[in-house]
């Protein structure tokens, strides 16, 4: 509607000449809807346009095309992000029942039987493990726990002897206290 009024101003009296050049400006394109009216199909045309507007007729369509796009794309999901991958599980030592070997000490109570106890149980004759000092019991522990893990849970030698020197396995029934 505004390009088709005239925005110059006139010598005399403009504001009289902008307000009859809006009147004709809309005068002039109404006049072809008027000739429009009497065609034989602009009723026909014009109802099923109100029709179709009134039913919500491109609402419905834009819904349609949305719910389209989502059972296309549905299957596909996206790749997760690095925070948002799944990750495995930690699981402390205490809630797996494996006992951290480091904690392990000669001046705590029972920790010497314990080794021992855990060393008779794993086939270590008794004579050996009575004059090993702690380091010399938690050694043959590690390696006996690394040999345990490849073949028991099928770890790789490099992993099994990894994790084998940070914690085992209790076999016996002797129970660790660590604090």
């Known amino acids: 509607m505004r390009s088709a009024t005239p925005l110059g101003k006139t010598e005399k009296d403009w504001n009289n000449n902008k307000i009859k050049a809006l009147i004709e400006s809309a005068k002039s394109r109404t006049i072809p809807h008027y000739e429009w009216r009497r065609e034989d199909g602009y009723n026909e045309q014009y109802a099923k346009t109100l029709a179709h507007l ?21 299957g596909k999901c996206r790749q997760p992000n690095v925070i948002q991958q799944t990750r495995q599980q930690h699981q402390t030592p205490t809630v797996s029942g494996l006992i951290p070997i480091g904690k392990l000490f000669q001046t705590k109570e029972g920790h010497m039987e314990g080794l021992e106890a855990e060393l008779l149980h794993r086939g270590v004759p008794i004579e050996d493990i009575r004059k090993w000092k702690i380091a010399a019991r938690k050694d043959k522990l590690k390696r006996l726990e690394g040999e345990r893990l490849m073949k028991e849970e099928g770890l ?24």
């Open 54 to 74: 009134t039913t919500g007729h491109f609402k419905s369509v834009r819904i349609k095309d949305k719910k389209d796009l989502v059972d296309d794309l549905g």
């Open 156 to 179: 790789d030698f490099k992993r099994a002897i990894d994790k084998g020197k940070k914690y085992f396995k209790a076999l016996s029934n002797y129970n660790f206290n660590i604090d």
